[in-house]
């Protein structure tokens, strides 16, 4: 009898721990599943995120657009200006021919010394009928290169316009890896800005750069150095808060901040991944271009950032502007 309790007292405990183990692993499924939940949730909210910056882009592409049409608008009114001239012109060369003819019929009928006085006259004529020829050629010339440069400032405009949003779209993807408290890629001004925050790139008050900020850097470089015909500035920012100098650090004030950490950052742009320095210009703003408020922490943090501000070659169309003055 005691035999057959020794026995049965494991086989009940196996049971038991079995039936533990099903329901562990019944739960550990649970979980796993409303993780998964929690994630798509959370990709959600950062594609609808990412899908209203890029509505805020295109509005503010559409206002750009709507102010160089109404400059092409005044530039067509000053080619039909041109236009009413030629046809003056036009009008007073007929003129002139019809006095010509006018005098022609005259000489037939008039007297030798009539006649020689009236061949003056022709000559005269004849000489200003010339001189307004000629200015009529060379207005007619000009009005066809004015639109010929207006013509070539439309298509140079269109492929930066074009180049700007290939551009954006290019480092968005680049940068898909980091949310938007860390950066964000907007078109502003016809210009590309990638702008970092500080808690991505430094520690607080220093201005050399963490890891995860030198792996958003190299990802920057690694596009720009495919497109070699873009400009770069990088622009350090600081809040108002007077920085607290210590007796071992190198920075003062609010301007020494931010210089360092657009040197810092064009430093690494250049030794680590190899960008051309003649293309890049790093500048400290300290607290003078805020884009919020910096009466809140909020605001305070969005102000602490590093741009990187990316322009497409402007030099044919200021080759064009400058031709045109």
Known sequence: MKTRIFLLAPMVCILFLSSCLVSKKKYDEQVALANKYLAEKNDCGDKLTTANATIDDLNKQIANLNDQIQKLQDSNASLVDKVKKLDE?????????????????EITNASASEKNKLLKDLA???????????????????LEAQEAKLRNMQELMAR??????????KLTDALLGFNNSELSVSV??????????????????????DERGKEALKKIAEVLNKQTDININIEGHTDNKAYVSTTSSPINNNWDLSVMRAAYVTKIMVE???????????????????IEANETAEGRSKNRRVEVILEPDM???????????
């Open 315 to 325: 030099k044919a169309i200021m080759d064009i502007l400058n031709a045109t003055n």
């Open 89 to 105: 012109l036009k009008k007073q060369t007929e003129s002139i021919c019809e006095q010509v003819k006018q005098k022609l019929d």
């Open 188 to 209: 502003k001004d016809g210009k590309v800005y990638v702008s970092m925050s500080d808690k991505l790139l430094f520690s607080t008050g220093s201005f050399k750069v």
């Open 124 to 142: 005269q004529k004849e000489k200003d009928l010339i001189e307004k020829s000629a200015k009529l050629d060379e207005l007619s010339k000009s």
């Open 160 to 169: 930066k316009d074009s180049a700007v949003q290939s551009l954006r779209k």
């Open 272 to 290: 680590d991944y190899s960008v051309d320095p003649k293309r890049i210009t790093p500048s400290g703003r300290s607290k003078f271009v805020p």
